[in-house]
């Protein structure tokens, strides 16, 4: 088949190049030419493994190609997947601006009949609004879907050649069936919706998502003041098949492009209609005050003085294996350290480019390793789970630190890993584990 895929982010770029693996002729098309000289030239400007490999590989068997000019791409294709963004507006509402003017530009490219299937992550009714827009402005035919995407950065390939399921949100059956034999190869998991519902359940996938995250972060801090170990508890819990281990781990909360951003918006879907999603809201204000909660370990043990302490930090991508720092944790935390008048040395393996563009330089002392983030400071706190934290040599590390403070934000060493050394160190959840850090202990001694 021959697709063109519009938006070249994660979306976009690993769907178009996991297409033209399964054999198709592909056009990714981007606005940014930036973005798509670097693609033509055998660059990713995303940080994702196994993915440049596979766009050398398909643009030299000549399925696969880059552009600026959507009308020369949309008037070769049969198919036309829109994967623009769809950012928070102020309000947590789905920007759709982007996906208006994609659907106004393949208005005015259409040549003959197409499939226009919606991949970006939108409100019910976004798709109709795309025909509308359509519509209004050419008398080609053309069939609407709505193809949801579920990949995860940082294994976004494996995610969309094994996924666990296809969502089609079709409102024309032959549209449905060419779609479904597309993507045949991948899964025998096709779910075929109305377009409404599909567009729901993908809203509906990430807010369960993101509430089994606050949940188990709420029995973490419950773990912390009775004495019991959230990884042990999770675990436990995990062997149900009906909760499942997944996304179960107690951390600083969760960040990214997508959860963030889809649970607010779906708090603002709900509203439209008159609904209050209180179970959502609770999700994100946890989620919020679980930031935090590295912060108030912290000052609990320098006493409320946060003022000429150097703090080290590891990790600034929202989670490993991403250079993504959309919502991460860290942008937050580092700058209530800063604000607080604390020295920061950061470290981040591929993150910290991306981190610099959004946060500016600001008072933070960027660092070329993870050794001399930590040198010479008054505690380290951890807070992404790269590998080659969790594998630190701790030993040397206390040796290092001014002070052996150290702050896991991601539950990332185990019990054997700090037997032969002596830091003051927090968890989450894992009271058992902390040593030193004053509130735990004097509640469990209470
Ligand atoms: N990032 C992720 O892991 C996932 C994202 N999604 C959803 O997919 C959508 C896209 O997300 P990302 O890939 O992260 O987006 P992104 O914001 O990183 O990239 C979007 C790209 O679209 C381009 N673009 C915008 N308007 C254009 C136009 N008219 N013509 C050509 N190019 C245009 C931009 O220049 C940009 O390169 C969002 O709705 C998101 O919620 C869904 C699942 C996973
Ligand atoms: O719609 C999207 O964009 C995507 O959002 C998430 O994917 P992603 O944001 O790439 O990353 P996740 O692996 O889901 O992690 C999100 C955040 O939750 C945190 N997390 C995850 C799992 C967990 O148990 N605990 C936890 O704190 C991570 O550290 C990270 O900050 C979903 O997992 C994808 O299915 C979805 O397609």
């Known amino acids: 088949m021959n697709i063109t895929v519009i938006g070249t982010g994660y979306v976009g770029l690993v769907s178009g190049i ?23 030239n055998g660059g990713i400007p995303i940080y994702e493994p196994g993915l440049q490999e596979l766009s050398v590989k398909n643009s030299a068997a000549g399925r696969l190609r880059y552009t600026v000019d959507l009308r020369e791409a949309v008037e070769q294709s049969e198919i036309v997947i829109i994967a623009v963004g769809t950012p928070s507006l102020p309000n947590g509402e789905a920007n759709l601006s982007y996906i208006d003017q994609a659907a106004i530009e393949i208005a005015q490219a ?4 197409k499939i226009i299937a919606v991949k970006s992550t939108v409100p019910v009714g976004t798709n109709e609004r795309v025909g509308n827009l359509i519509r209004s402005r050419t008398t080609e035919r053309f069939d609407s879907i709505s193809l949801p995407e579920f990949l995860r950065e940082g294994s976004a390939v494996q995610d969309t050649m094994h996924p666990d399921r296809i969502v089609i949100g079709a409102d024309s059956e032959s549209a449905a069936e060419l779609l479904v034999q597309l993507h045949r190869p991948l899964t025998e998991h096709i779910v075929v919706t109305d377009i409404r519902s599909a567009e729901m359940l993908k809203y509906a996938s990430n807010a369960f998502l993101a509430t089994k995250i606050s949940f188990i972060n709420e029995i973490a801090n419950i773990c912390e003041k009775v004495g019991a170990d959230v ?27 997508c959860f963030p951003k889809d649970t607010r918006a779906l708090i603002q879907i709900a509203g439209h209609v008159d609904y209050e999603f209180k179970l959502l809201r609770a999700v994100v204000e946890v989620n919020q005050d679980q930031r935090m909660s590295v912060i108030r370990k912290l000052e609990s043990i320098f006493d409320g003085e946060l003022q000429g302490k150097t703090i080290a930090v590891w990790g600034l991508a929202f989670k490993p294996n991403t250079d993504d720092v959309r919502e991460s944790p860290a942008l937050e935390i580092i700058q209530y350290l800063i604000r607080s008048g604390a020295h920061v040395k950061a470290y981040d393996p591929i993150a910290m480019r991306n981190f610099r563009s959004i946060y500016g330089d600001n008072g933070v002392m960027w660092c070329d390793d993870a050794l001399e983030a930590a040198t010479g400071a008054d505690a380290l706190c951890l807070l992404t789970e790269w590998d080659e934290f969790v594998h630190a040599d701790l030993k040397l590390l206390q040796s290092i630190l001014r002070k052996p403070i150290l702050i896991d934000g991601r539950n990332a060493f185990k019990e054997a890993d700090l037997a032969e050394t002596s830091f003051v160190y927090y968890s989450i959840g894992r009271p058992r584990l902390n040593q030193g850090v004053k509130e735990e202990m004097s509640a469990l001694i209470d």
Request: proline share 0%.
């Open 18 to 40: 996991c297409y033209a693996e399964l054999g198709h002729r592909v056009v990714c098309v981007d606005k940014d030419r930036a973005k798509v000289e670097t693609l033509q």
């Open 110 to 113: 259409m040549n003959g009949h």
């Open 231 to 257: 990884t042990l508890v999770a675990e436990g819990m995990g062997y149900d098949k009906r909760i499942g281990h997944a996304f179960l781990k107690a951390g600083i909360g969760y960040g990214g492009s």
